[in-house]
């Protein structure tokens, strides 16, 4: 009976410290962001200087192994993005009307793709 109990304690135990586990990941830092319009952002609209851009970073998993860069993961879809629409022809340095998504799929337990997309207007500020 004291045996069982004791085994029984020691499961408890051990799925309370396994359930509160947790990790902490930095998802990108950028030199200014906004989510409200700014002021005196002086680009010009017209469709030869704004360059719809897109960009990803993913994480591939194999039997549970993350293989890729788990940092700065919006700041390398943002990168991304810039310079997928500067080789569109457009030498831009912002996204405005930027729009983050992150999208994942797995088959439990053997493979998965983790991502961060990032779409935007490459602009080049005056």
Same mark, same amino acid.
């Given at each position: 009976?004291?045996? =069982?109990?004791?085994? %029984?304690?020691?499961?408890?135990? =051990? $799925?309370?410290?396994?359930?509160?586990?947790?990790?902490?990941?930095?998802? +990108?830092?950028? $030199?200014?962001? =906004? $989510?409200?319009?700014?002021?005196? %952002?002086?680009?010009? @609209? *017209?469709?030869?200087?704004?360059?719809?851009?897109? +960009?990803? =970073?993913?994480?591939? $998993?194999?039997?549970?192994?993350? @293989? !890729? &860069? &788990?940092?700065?993961?919006?700041?390398?879809?943002?990168?991304?993005?810039?310079?997928?629409?500067?080789?569109? !022809?457009?030498? !831009?340095?912002?996204?405005?009307? *930027?729009?983050?998504?992150?999208? &994942?799929?797995?088959?439990?337990?053997?493979?998965?793709?983790?991502?961060?997309?990032?779409? !935007?207007?490459?602009?080049? %500020?005056?």
């Amino acid at each position: 009976m004291k045996l =069982s109990k004791m085994l %029984l304690m020691g499961t408890l135990t =051990s $799925t309370l410290i396994l359930g509160l586990t947790g990790c902490t990941q930095r998802l +990108g830092q950028f $030199t200014a962001a =906004s $989510t409200q319009n700014v002021r005196n %952002l002086n680009y010009d @609209i *017209a469709d030869k200087t704004k360059v719809k851009a897109e +960009g990803n =970073s993913c994480i591939n $998993t194999f039997i549970l192994i993350p @293989i !890729g &860069h &788990h940092d700065d993961r919006i700041q390398r879809a943002m990168d991304d993005a810039i310079k997928n629409g500067q080789a569109k !022809g457009l030498d !831009g340095d912002l996204l405005v009307n *930027a729009r983050i998504d992150w999208s &994942h799929w797995y088959i439990p337990l053997l493979f998965g793709q983790d991502c961060v997309n990032v779409q !935007g207007d490459l602009v080049k %500020l005056k």
